[in-house]
Each structure stands twice: as structure tokens, then as C-alpha cells.
């Protein structure tokens, strides 16, 4: 077998009632020499596929596949929906869009609307960011009970800004007027100079969640823009909603019109 087949043969060795391996099961059940079991498990290691067990000589899957799998399981009906949306907002305003989910305690971007302002934000694919210090984060962590939230921030937050919430009340705080009015943002905290605009989305059939943001130059822009920014994305959500049956955007529909008046 070559070493793909035979690192496929080992990713296949987990199951629901298997979430770690050592290196004598891999040898036993493959019929593998231990040193070639040995030698194959430390690069899967090193490649991200495979991940250490804290204080363990055994292993389990690593990031790497669950980010793989993450973007798969995202190309979906909400995506495309989204990703109509994003395309048309990106074209009307000239600046960047990303897509994120939320992961544990952190953000990952998975797709991106190139702007076509000269002054342009750029954050690459696959980039992660503590969830509390962006607008997309807390767009997400606003849909969570703050019980959860609070577990999810067991040990304190470290805020990147002066400008992120500080303390596990402020950002409880800061996710309460998200519910209230429907949209987030962040200026100049997880990426300095960078503001954000996000709202989330909900396949309620699938459960997928994700958010969606329009960011630009936080010194950049005009108050009247960012209203016309708020203003496209909450239209964008409430349609998402609608489509998807998402009971989180019914309760501020009123509450967006209102706070973004210089958009029509």
C-alpha cells in the first residue's frame, strides 16, 4: 500500500467509540509494522491530520480535518444563499465580504467578496480570530444562551484592544444589544485599523449557522456609509431568514429599520 492509502487506512480506524488511537492498535489492526506505524502516525502528525492526547502517547484527529470538513459541510443551501447576497452587497458598496462560522471559541473565515475600492481590507481564508473581539464572533456568540457563552470563556478573555470587550459581562453586554438590534461591530480590535459589520444566519433544518460581514478601513468611512452597510446586510438577513424559517431575526426587524435611516 503506498503512504496515502496506508494514512487512509489509519483516519478510517476511528469511530464513535474510537476518538484515539495508539501506535500498537495501529499495528495490529492494519498488520503494520510498529516502526512504520510509528514513523506514519508522527507525520500525519506533523501535517495537522493527526493530534497528540495531552500528557498521551495516543493520538486523535487533528484541526486540519475538521476545518476540511467544516467548509464541506458549508457548501449548502444557506451558503448559496448567502453567497448571492454577499456577491450583490460587495458589487453595490466596493468593499470586502467574508463568510465565518463559529469554532469553539473562535472564528474562522471561509469564503471572501473582494471589494474593489483602492483601500481595501484583506484577511486570508482560513484565518481564526477569538470570537469575542470581531463583529462576525459576536454576531454568532449572540445566538448562544450566556450560560454558554460563559463556559466558552472559562478562563477570562484576553482582549487584542482596547476596544473589545474586556470582561466576560461586558461582552454579555455587547451580545444583548446585538439581539436587540440584529447586527454587530467592531472597530480596530482583532484586526487593528479594520472595522466590521456582521449579522448571522440560521439553516434551521440543518443547523447551520454562520456569519457574514462587510469590512472596511476603520478610519475611512462616513457615518452615512456604515448606515448604508447595516442597512443592506439586515435586509440580506431578514430575506436569509424568511427562506431558512430563522425565529432570530423576527424579534428586531423594526429595531434594524430604524437604526440605519441614511440608507435609503
Known amino acids: 500500500m503506498s503512504t496515502l492509502s496506508n494514512a487512509a487506512a ?7 467509540d474510537r476518538l484515539e488511537i495508539s501506535v500498537t492498535e495501529v499495528s495490529t489492526m492494519l498488520g503494520m509494522p510498529k516502526s512504520s506505524a510509528s514513523r506514519l502516525l508522527r507525520a500525519m ?10 500528557n498521551s502517547p495516543r493520538y486523535k484527529v487533528g484541526n486540519l480535518l475538521f476545518e476540511i470538513s467544516q467548509l464541506y459541510r458549508l457548501h449548502s443551501s444557506l451558503i448559496e444563499a448567502v453567497d448571492e447576497a454577499m456577491h450583490a452587497i460587495c458589487r453595490e458598496t466596493g468593499h470586502t465580504g467574508y463568510i465565518s462560522i463559529l469554532d469553539g471559541a473562535e472564528v ?6 473582494q471589494g474593489s475600492h483602492a483601500l481595501r481590507v484583506f484577511t486570508p481564508l482560513g484565518q481564526r480570530a477569538p470570537a469575542f473581539a470581531t463583529a462576525v464572533g459576536r454576531a454568532l456568540l449572540a ?19 482596547p476596544n473589545s470587550p474586556q ?5 454579555l453586554a ?11 461591530e467592531a472597530s480596530d480590535e482583532a484586526i487593528p485599523g479594520v472595522g466590521t459589520i456582521a449579522v448571522s444566519g440560521a439553516d434551521t433544518g440543518t443547523g447551520e449557522t454562520i456569519a457574514f460581514c462587510i469590512s472596511y478601513p476603520a478610519s475611512n468611512i462616513a457615518a452615512e456609509e456604515k448606515n448604508r452597510i447595516v442597512s443592506l446586510l439586515a435586509a440580506a438577513g431578514r430575506k436569509i431568514a424568511v427562506r431558512f424559517a430563522d425565529p432570530f431575526h423576527s424579534q428586531f426587524i423594526h429595531v434594524v429599520q430604524r437604526a440605519a435611516p441614511a440608507a435609503a
Open 10 to 16: 489509519i483516519l478510517r480506524l476511528f469511530a464513535p
Open 45 to 54: 502528525l506533523q501535517e495537522g491530520l493527526l493530534s497528540r492526547m495531552a
Open 108 to 113: 474562522l473565515v471561509i469564503r471572501m467578496y
Open 143 to 161: 445566538r448562544l444562551p450566556d450560560e454558554t457563552v460563559r463556559a466558552l470563556h472559562a478562563d477570562g478573555l484576553v482582549p487584542p484592544s
Open 167 to 171: 470582561t466576560i459581562d461586558e461582552l
Open 174 to 184: 455587547a451580545l444583548a444589544q446585538i439581539r436587540r438590534c440584529g447586527w454587530a
